[in-house]
């Protein structure tokens, strides 16, 4: 705009140059009495007056061209800066016109169609679409008519040289300043991963801890318990356990592979967890997370229950009258719930200390030591090399502890 007024002050003073010369001949030609001499200064006068202002007026227009070619430089080298940022995006994106024709294609979409990008341009979208979803597709994209909102369509795409797969198409209108659709601007991912992850989660037979950070802990450690997540145990067993009012350690729970544990699952004030073995592996899982995806809630729903049934064996266990049946019903939940079929019998994946099985049982360190060292001699129970207890399989077991601990 201060180019354009330049330049009609530059041209207001030519005219008005002009036109001085015009009134210096009709002035000469209406007093030929004049000398010559004065009428050549005159005019010589009024000619570099007139010069002089040209010249003026031809430095600022030459200041205002450089200028203008600054500002035209700065705007193409935003442009391309642009440009480039639109071509090597590592999102596929596409620039079509209001029906869907593509008028531009940047690399990412060049290589996610398997077409270079001289060749997407002027080819309807829709052909990339397979026949079954495109009359869908076309509703889809005649609704943006008359929706200003960017939109997320998800659909299926099928490149020219490779098989289809599952895309997400953020989609952005642009209309004119009469608010009619001109074009449209499409950010295309694949999400054939995360369709795949979501069919899994719906399928309550997946690995929740797939692509999640896992957390090592190691033998004795203490695990951090937060209110707004929960643990889901992947490798090894975790000690869940509360403080009496003597200050003594009571056993409430075992939480072994695909089992959860957390603050927010138990009304205890005083809960703690603690790593048993070597190395204690687990995820984090946010109660967000589980609120916000139902298929994640579903899956973990049946993990909740193990614990919640192992929580009510505990309890009944411990409302055992005598001490032998007590321990005798421990032993059968540690078999089916951390036993692994042996030569000998059934080996325990986890060593419990005598405190640990005695708390269990609601007895004392000493007496549960002294009920083992009998069972030992018996041949009920034996230990492998790495002390983990192997538990012999008979039918008459319960009558064998019986017998072993003298009832």
Same mark, same amino acid.
């Given at each position: ?17 002009? /036109? ?10 209406? %007093? ?12 010589? %006068?009024?000619?570099? #007056?007139? *010069? ?35 071509? @090597? ?8 016109? *209001? ?22 341009? !002027?080819? $309807?979208?829709?052909? @990339? ?7 869908? &597709?076309?509703?889809? =994209? ?16 099928? $490149? ?49 801890? &797939? ?22 145990? #992947? ?11 003597? !200050?003594?350690?009571?056993?409430? /729970?075992?939480?072994? $592979? ?5 603050? *927010? ?37 049946? %993990? ?25 019903? &421990? ?7 951390? /036993? ?20 269990? #049982? #609601? ?7 002294? +009920?083992?060292? %009998? =069972?030992?001699?018996? /041949?009920?129970?034996? &230990?492998?090399?790495?002390?983990? +207890? ?18």
């Amino acid at each position: 705009m201060a180019t354009e007024l330049n330049v009609d002050k530059f041209t207001q003073q030519v005219e008005a140059m002009h /036109g001085r010369i015009a009134q210096l001949y009709e002035h000469a030609n209406k %007093k030929p009495e004049l000398s010559p001499n004065v009428l050549l200064g005159t005019s010589f %006068k009024e000619l570099g #007056c007139a *010069s002089e202002e040209l010249n003026v007026a031809a430095e600022q227009l030459i200041q205002f061209n450089e200028e203008l070619a600054a500002t035209r430089a700065a705007v193409e080298a935003e442009r391309q800066r642009y440009q480039d940022l639109f071509e @090597f995006a590592p999102d596929a994106y596409l620039v079509t016109d *209001s029906v869907g024709t593509i008028l531009e294609a940047n690399r990412a979409a060049s290589t996610l169609l398997s077409i270079s990008s001289k060749y997407l341009v !002027g080819k $309807p979208l829709l052909v @990339f679409v397979p026949e079954p979803e495109r009359h869908r &597709f076309r509703s889809e =994209l005649h609704r943006l008519h008359q929706d200003d909102r960017t939109q997320e369509l998800v659909t299926r795409l099928s $490149p020219r040289t490779s098989k289809f797969f599952d895309a997400a198409l953020t989609i952005g209108t642009v209309r004119d300043s009469e608010g009619k659709l001109v074009s449209l601007r499409i950010c295309i991912r694949d999400i054939t991963e995360r369709q795949r992850a979501l069919a899994l989660l719906d399928s309550n037979d997946h690995d929740i801890s &797939f692509e999640r950070q896992r957390h090592f802990y190691a033998k004795g450690e203490n695990i951090p318990l937060y209110h707004d997540s929960i643990w889901l145990v #992947c490798k090894g067993c975790v000690k869940l356990s509360t403080a009496c009012e003597n !200050g003594s350690e009571a056993l409430v /729970g075992l939480a072994g $592979p695909q089992m959860v544990f957390g603050s *927010s699952l138990t009304s205890l004030q005083t809960y703690q967890a603690t790593a048993i073995g070597k190395d204690v592996q687990l995820v984090s899982i946010s109660l967000t997370e589980i609120a916000t995806t139902p298929g994640l809630g579903n899956a973990i729903l049946p %993990k909740i229950n193990r614990r919640l049934q192992q929580t009510e064996s505990f309890l009944a266990i411990s409302r055992q009258l005598r001490l032998q049946n007590r321990l005798h019903h &421990f032993l059968l939940l540690l078999k089916e719930e951390f /036993g692994q079929s042996v030569e000998s019998g059934t080996r325990l994946s986890i060593r419990l200390t005598h405190s640990d099985l005695a708390s269990a #049982c #609601c007895t004392t360190r000493v007496t549960m030591t002294r +009920m083992l060292s %009998k =069972l030992q001699q018996q /041949g009920i129970i034996t &230990f492998d090399r790495k002390s983990h +207890m192997i538990v012999k399989d008979v039918v008459k077991e319960k009558e064998l502890i019986n017998l072993a601990i003298g009832a």
